[in-house]
């Protein structure tokens, strides 16, 4: 059995730095790969990354929850609790029923 997934892919036009187009170039000449396949797989790296930033820097500020923060990143809670400590980011500061939240929203998102 096989399983076809269809993506729309839209078209972006943008301006970029010469030193910029230079890299592409030379992943475009590394990885073999056409220069919009390259520059679709950078965007996507791009993307992941700013959502992991943003759900760290979210959750040190405590904008969001811990089960929260790893909805936004993509990741699950495990792969976003590696995330935080490799990052030594500082997010317990609860009271004791702000901590009991947090581990029920966790738990509620774990069991989904």
Known sequence: MYTVILVTLKPLAVRVPAEVEKEIREIVKEEKLDKATVVRNLLEIGIAEWRKQT??????????????????????????????????????????????????????????
């Open 55 to 112: 759900a760290l820097d979210f959750l040190q500020k405590r904008k969001v929850t811990f089960a929260k923060a790893a909805e936004m990143a993509k990741l699950s809670l495990w792969e976003f609790a590696d995330l935080v400590k490799q990052h030594n980011v500082e997010w317990v500061g609860l009271a004791p029923e702000e901590v009991e939240k947090e581990f029920g929203e966790a738990s509620a998102a774990k069991c989904k």
